[in-house]
């Protein structure tokens, strides 16, 4: 990383503009060019063979093999990896990823899946069964979020497609959180060039929000206002309230959001959304499946739902603490006519009367079935369980990693605990504690570390192990203050250096690497 350092520090603190502008063309200099790409070349050098173990241990297609391999021979490689990379989520290593991981769960939702394998919601005539799982999912998931309490505002204010009529509460079953995302930022730029005749949109949103916002701005065209979090990492209501303008499509706020874990104000958000007459999205992806049972387990957990008038839509992920299988989320919105700006309807094609809710045409009718048995499985009661046990962890790891004098936890989390440290590298804390076996997010802007709490470290011996080895990890850093080498610095760089062209560059050689054989 000796370019990046020497261009870090030699520069300093250069007005981005600037810099944008000083990267531009000092990135055509051809003996600067050719540093940069050694410089990505050697990165990814390094990161190789640990993205692809498999090369020299199972066999490979770079195309189609003339004849079929056998059934057999194929199951038994599957087998042998996902038994290779079972045992770290199994054992509790990892923050997030897998957020049930129970066998018997497991081999439940598996059973359902098989049984559903072919069926496509597209074809709603041949599988109406698809058609009832998504329908009861949607249905399921709006009342755990207040749709029956989704009254209309006392003062009446608000467009009629914003604030609903107290019983329209809808949604969608799409295929993860960044898709529900995409879909009603779509949905609003929509609705705001028919009804208002916006046609510069832009959205006003939390920089802790998440990157599918961004991915949506980039989509749709719709301009991002970036509104900063205050000390608590909540987003500040004031700055919100004041990048309004007529231009704006969507106020957004998280509950809670995934990298620090806190929940936002929704309840003043949504309010200066709606008097307004703006819609207001609550990005309860991570939230949504934890926060009701909270609330319910006696945890002061604040309003986010639509029981606030201004709240017109969530998205919450089955697949996350829905306990789903990988591929669902749930987008709701509080009235039946701003749905309708997500759909899509062509009458003239050739092929047909076409018409589709979500972004994908075909899709797998077998994952809304396991979403739906995950649901229907769990019932209240497992859902309360779970919760219980994953807040009672949080609390534990929490209070752990505050008796630890070196590290501060950043906000008021529950089960997303993100920590940083005033005396230490906390990228070296973390790389550490990748020595240890343990797969930790490492977020920027401030540099600290997550651990998204599952039931997979309600397990006994989990947190007493997590907390031993973070001790071990601050005080290696302590006694080791400059080792090189590892990620710690790429994580470092990556979070610093002013060009962020070279940043962004180096990300999608990462995804061309992924797609070599
Ligand atoms: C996980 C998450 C999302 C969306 O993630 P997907 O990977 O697309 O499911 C959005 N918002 C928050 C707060 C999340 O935690």
């Not at 200099?29 to 990165?43: A, G, K, L, N, W």
Request: aromatic share 10%; proline share 5%.
């Amino acid at each position: 990383m000796d370019v990046m350092n020497i261009v870090q520090t030699k520069m300093g603190w250069v007005p981005p503009g600037i810099m944008r502008i000083v990267e531009k063309y000092a990135r055509r200099i051809p003996s600067v060019q050719r540093m940069i790409e050694s410089e990505y070349d050697t990165v990814m050098n390094e990161l190789e063979s640990d993205l692809k173990p498999y090369r020299d241990v199972h066999s490979s297609f770079s195309e189609i093999p003339a004849k079929g391999k056998s059934k057999t021979a194929i199951l038994k490689e599957m087998a042998a990896m996902k038994k290779k990379e079972e045992d770290r989520w199994k054992k509790g290593y990892v923050s997030g990823a897998v957020y049930h991981g129970d066998d018997r769960h497991i081999d439940f939702l598996n059973k359902v899946y098989a049984i559903h394998s072919q069926a496509n919601p597209l074809h709603s005539d041949l599988w109406p069964s698809a058609t009832k799982f998504e329908a009861e999912v949607v249905s399921m998931t709006a009342r755990m979020l207040g749709a029956e309490e989704a009254r209309l505002p006392e003062d009446g204010k608000g467009r009629p497609e914003l604030i609903g009529d107290g019983e329209g509460v809808c949604g969608s079953v799409s295929s993860g959180g960044t898709e529900s995302i995409l879909l009603a930022m779509k949905t609003y730029r929509d609705f705001a060039r028919e009804q208002r005749g916006v046609t510069r949109p832009n959205m006003v949103v939390p920089v802790t929000a998440h990157a599918a916002f961004d991915k949506a701005s980039q989509y749709f065209g719709i301009k991002q206002i970036k509104i900063p979090v205050g000390p608590d990492y909540r987003v500040d209501v004031e700055a919100a309230r004041r990048s309004i303008n007529r231009n704006t499509v969507v106020v957004v706020g998280s509950a809670p959001s995934f990298p620090h874990g806190v929940v936002d104000d929704i309840a003043t958000l949504s309010e200066i959304a709606r008097k307004k007459g703006i819609g207001f999205h609550a990005d309860a992806c991570l939230g949504a499946f934890i926060l009701p049972f909270a609330r319910k387990l006696g945890y002061d957990v604040p309003e986010f739902d639509f029981r606030l008038p201004g709240v017109t839509s969530i998205s919450a992920d089955t697949h996350k603490f829905g306990y789903a299988a990988k591929g669902t989320s749930v987008i709701l919105y509080r009235s039946i006519a701003l749905r309708h700006y997500q759909y899509y309807t062509v009458t003239e094609w050739p092929g047909g009367m076409y018409f589709s809710p979500t972004f994908a045409g075909s899709r797998a009718g077998a994952l809304s079935a396991v979403c739906w048995a995950a649901l229907v499985s769990m019932g209240e009661a497992g859902y309360l369980e779970a919760t219980a046990k994953i807040l009672e962890t949080g609390k534990r790891i929490r209070e752990g990693i505050e008796k630890i004098p070196e590290l501060k936890i950043l906000g008021n989390p529950l089960w997303v605990i993100a920590f940083a440290s005033e005396s230490l590298d906390i990228y070296r804390v973390m790389e550490y504690m990748t020595s240890r076996g343990w797969n930790l997010n490492g977020l920027h802007r401030p540099a600290c570390v997550h651990i998204c709490v599952t039931l997979r470290h309600t397990q006994s011996g989990v947190v007493a192990r997590f907390l031993k080895d973070l001790r071990g990890a601050v005080d290696f850093v302590k006694e080791n203050p400059a080792t090189d080498g590892g990620m710690a610095p790429v994580y470092g760089m990556a979070a610093s250096l002013p060009m962020r062209g070279v940043v962004a560059d180096m990300l999608k050689r990462y995804l061309d690497l992924l797609y070599r054989v």
